[in-house]
């Protein structure tokens, strides 16, 4: 009789440990209807720096040319009522999953954004070929270790191609 109520006691807390660990992954896709505006972005960078450390949700958002790709990482139902402000946002269009799931660990350390938006309409193609090289070859080295950030990277890399 002991041991059963170990054992239970013992399930209990593992299944309690796979919980906290077990992390949903989330990737998205958008279009902007126009070019942002340089505070726009900064705004919402600032924003979601603060509200993803706030709920503990990880990940990146890349932007280039009027597209936008992010992954978000953490407790299943923090992302998914993330997701649903995200795809709420009037700032753009054609949000849709582009994949879902679980992992056992985190594949980001924190959230990030990079984006390229030119200073003007005639901006040197220096500072963009710098920008897209640079991503070009995170792309290349970071570690794809999840279905979720296979697409991720993925669709990075088709952004700049
Ligand atoms: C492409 C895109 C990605 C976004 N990512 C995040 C994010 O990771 N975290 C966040 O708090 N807001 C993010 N936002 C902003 C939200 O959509 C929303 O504007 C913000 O959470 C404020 O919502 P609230 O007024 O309901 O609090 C994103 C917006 C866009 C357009």
Redesign the pocket.
Known sequence: MIFVIFCLFCFEDIGANLQQRIMFELVYS?QVPKCPKRERMTS?NN??IK??EKHG?S?S?VFYKRK?V?I?EGEENNVKR?YQ??K??S??TKVSVLAKGFVWERQFTQ?NMMYYLPKSNTSSHLEENFFSSNILNLVLLVDKKTYASQIFWGSVRDMFS
């Open positions: 958008s919402l924003h979601s509200y993803n949700i990940g958002l936008f992010g978000l993330l402000k995200i709420k946002d700032m753009h959230w």
